[in-house]
């Protein structure tokens, strides 16, 4: 049953990692192709917009999901109760957020605010018809099938996007991909799954549900206001621009953090709360995920720091060269991301929901503090506060997470990550050699861009042959165990 289980977690995580990679590269290529077209203030009114639903959406699922996943028999009873409960919050949620966009509108001198919030908030409403059976698909860990579903529907809105930007539709391009993308998910998840509602609703099992998806709903609420007030409070005391600028710095940092993110924390929550009576094997394979996830992460972000500016320049309008500093400060929150979510997990597990609401509260009290310091500042200053946020959450879920795993300990995943932040270090020392030499050389900035990519994923790979770093051999195994099964 272990070894099960330890099968279908690896299996999870690379089908999502895939997945999430693929559909990462997709976003970045068409985010590139729509900064060609469309303006930074285009940018920046739709940050402002879509924070509302961004922020809202948890109150839609209610933690239900997380209680289905957790739940350990679940019946036609539970699924079609949710459904309904869902399609009736989502309802009410568009109404309420329809009513006062106007007055949004006005308060944060965006004309356009109440004429593009009918039409994208109904993402709201379409995304809560493919709830139960995105919670079906990662209960059973399908992940293969939600997978697929995602980057389908990304590929599709991405070609919508496009279009509508060569058609001069301005900021209805970033509207259209962001609902082509729940329409087209939502579609796929009804037509490959058996799972129907039926006539069964029982508010006994609702609250029950609800007294632990409760407490996942007021962090997650908690968590995506703290998360969205930042572009908020610049929309209203900084420029549309400036909110533009910062906004695509983060987008961009977000498109590999947010991608294995969510395909880490998707597989993780589902396996672990299969392992969390025990702790020796809980532990275990979250250390496995942890290194891994780092031996990705760490020279991912510290890459894209490094060749940023080279990027904006060769594939970018100058106009948006203000947002590479965004970009880079932002990124750094990027290499705290491994523990920080991975210890969160493992608290969100083997908690029943009143712990995480406690910690919750005493980082949004530090996060307060941070936002009070930075936002009357500079938006650069807002940035940096960002990472100032990220620090104390990563430290507060590692030492909270330590309560229920002794053995994990902020020390101890400080040297398990030693060995990786070493061999970027010495990867991005290449890199700005390779920087130094194209522009002693003359060499055109494209090829400089072009190489410093490629040949500095090859020397992290090659230093980590020869170092025989435990996640390479990890990520080795894992593949070398797959591929046979796949041929039989």
Not at 202 to 229: A, H, K, T, W
Not at 235 to 263: C, H, Q, W
Request: net charge positive; charged share 15%; glycine share 6%.
């Amino acid at each position: 049953m272990a070894a099960e289980l330890k099968h279908k977690v690896v299996k999870g995580v690379a089908w999502s990692t895939v997945e999430k990679i693929a559909s990462a590269l997709l976003q970045l290529a068409v985010s590139l192709v729509l900064l060609n077209l469309l303006s930074p203030e285009d940018y920046g009114l739709m940050a402002i917009v879509a924070a509302f639903p961004a922020i809202l959406m948890p109150l839609v699922d209610s933690g239900f999901s997380q209680a289905l996943i957790r739940k350990k028999t679940v019946d036609d009873t539970d699924y079609s109760s949710v459904f309904y409960v869902n399609i009736v919050i989502s309802l009410v949620l568009y109404a309420v957020l329809v009513a006062v966009a106007p007055a949004c509108g006005r308060y944060f001198g965006a004309s356009d605010f109440a004429r593009i919030a009918p039409i994208l908030y109904l993402l709201i409403p379409i995304n809560s018809f493919s709830n139960i059976q995105n919670a079906i698909l990662q209960r059973s860990m399908e992940f293969k099938n939600l997978s697929l579903y995602v980057l389908v529907a990304n590929a599709v809105s991405s070609g919508v996007a496009i279009w509508m930007a060569v058609e001069g539709c301005g900021v209805w391009a970033l509207v259209g991909q962001r609902l082509g993308v729940v329409v087209v998910k939502t579609a796929l998840m009804w037509i490959g799954s058996s799972w129907r509602p039926r006539l069964l609703f029982s508010m006994e099992r609702v609250r029950g549900m609800f007294r632990y998806g409760s407490r996942i709903l007021l962090s997650d609420l908690v968590s995506n206001v703290y998360y969205q007030i930042s572009n908020l409070f610049i929309g209203k005391f900084y420029t549309k621009t400036d909110l533009g600028y910062y906004d695509r710095g983060n987008k961009i940092k977000e498109m590999p953090v947010t991608s294995t993110i969510m395909a880490v924390l998707s597989v993780t929550f589902s396996a672990f709360s299969r392992q969390k009576e025990d702790k020796v094997k809980l532990l275990m394979n979250a250390r496995k995920v942890y290194i891994l996830w780092a031996f990705v992460m760490f020279p991912l972000m510290s890459g894209l720091i490094a060749v940023a500016e080279d990027m904006f320049r060769v594939l970018l309008p100058e106009v948006w060269l203000p947002a590479v500093p965004y970009l880079r400060i932002l990124s750094v929150a990027g290499l705290l991301a491994p523990l920080s979510v991975i210890s969160f997990n493992l608290v969100k597990v083997c908690d029943d929901g009143n712990m995480i609401f406690r910690i919750e509260f005493i980082k949004k009290l530090i996060a307060t503090a941070i936002l009070a310091i930075t936002i009357p500042i500079s938006v650069p200053a807002i940035a940096w506060g960002q990472v100032a946020i990220f620090v104390s959450d990563m430290t507060i879920n590692c030492l909270t997470a330590k309560r229920y795993l002794p053995e994990w300990r902020l020390w101890s995943r400080a040297k398990d990550a030693l060995p990786y932040l070493a061999v970027t270090g010495l990867m991005v020392g290449f890199v700005w050699g390779l920087g130094v030499a194209g522009a002693a050389l003359s060499i055109p900035l494209w090829c400089v861009f072009v190489s410093k990519i490629l040949l500095g994923a090859g020397f992290y790979a090659l230093l980590s042959e020869l170092l025989h770093l435990e996640a390479w051999r990890e990520l080795k195994d894992i593949l070398l165990g797959y591929l046979p099964r796949r041929k039989k």
